[in-house]
Each structure stands twice: as C-alpha cells, then as structure tokens.
C-alpha cells in the first residue's frame, strides 16, 4: 500500500493515547529491502530459530479486501529477538512479494541481504545472520505477539516510514 502518511504527523496526532490503541515501537529495526515506507494490516507469528510458520504464512496471499479496496498485509514475526539464525532470506522474500505483501517486521534477524535490497517490499529486523534455522515446524500464528516490549495484535495496522514504525489498533489512513 502507497498510503500518504508520515509517523512523526500519526504521533503527533496520538501522542496522548491512553487506551494502548496507539503504540510506537523501539528504534531498533533496520531496513532490509527497498521499499522504506509501508503499512498495512498485521498477521503475527510467534516461533524461535524455525521459520516453518514463517514460510507457510508468506506463501499465502498477502492481499485484504477492505472497505477502502485490496491492500498488501504487514507480517509482523516475534523471533523472541534471536541473532543466531535467519527467519527470513532471499526466497521468503521473494515469495512475500509475489504474493502481494506489504512488508515483513522480524524480532530476529535475515539473511541474504543483497538480495532482499533488490525487492520493492517493505523489510524490517534487528540484525542480518548468515545462518539458516531449523526446521521443526514449529510456531504460531494470528495470535497476540509481544515485540520489544510492545504489544502487537493481528488485525492491528502497522506503519513504518525512515522515521520508525508504530502500531494501531486502526486503520489511521
């Protein structure tokens, strides 16, 4: 999704949230592929050093239909912020963006980043890690994640532009 929307204007607008609708997650995310300004509605996964679920979920269509027409969804991963293995590399991005997601934010690391800089998708982790996880197919999906210390839920919306990333329990553009 194209959207027009600038983090800091969003904060702005909501820095006085106290219903926990509106959260802004720590500056600690680096930007793996081409595109730096996405958003869209949030899918979760929760596994640690298996990206199984990851794989399963960005091989579905990343699309949903809303009131305002189709947009790319943002898969958020809770990695449980491991830097020992990749949850996601060049074909997992590859695939997200044939199957029309907007973006992927890793508590965790990638792999493959020359690669992944080639791709008009949104990327976003802690750190780059050269070496592959497990796969026990292992992991959970669509379920409340905790990401940093920020609670993130699916259906939520995610924004993320070069000045950070925030949530939303709605759609704000």
């Not at 909501?14 to 500056?27: E, I, Q, S, W, Y």
């Not at 912020?81 to 949850?87: C, Q, W």
């Not at 379920?143 to 993130?152: P, R």
Request: charged residues 20%; proline residues 4%; hydrophobic residues 45%.
């Amino acid at each position: 999704m194209t959207a027009s929307f600038a983090t800091c204007d969003l904060c702005d607008a909501h820095k006085n949230d106290a219903t926990g609708d509106f959260r802004v997650l720590p500056p600690l995310f680096r930007d793996f592929a081409a595109v730096r300004k996405f958003c869209g509605p949030v899918v979760t996964v929760k596994c640690f050093e298996d990206n199984s679920a990851v794989k399963a979920v960005l091989d579905a269509s990343g699309f949903e239909q809303t009131p305002a027409g189709r947009v790319g969804k943002v898969l958020v991963v809770d990695g449980g912020a491991s830097l020992r293995r990749a949850l996601l590399g060049g074909n997992l991005g590859l695939a997200a963006l044939k199957n029309g997601w907007a973006g992927v934010l890793i508590d965790g690391c990638v792999r493959d980043v020359a690669e992944l800089a080639q791709l008009a998708l949104g990327i976003r982790a802690l750190a780059s890690m050269p070496m592959p996880t497990e796969k026990r197919n292992q992991g959970q999906t669509n379920i409340a994640v905790q990401i940093q210390g920020v609670w993130v839920r699916p259906g939520d919306w995610l924004y993320a532009d070069e000045d950070g990333a925030l949530l939303s329990a709605r759609r704000l553009t």
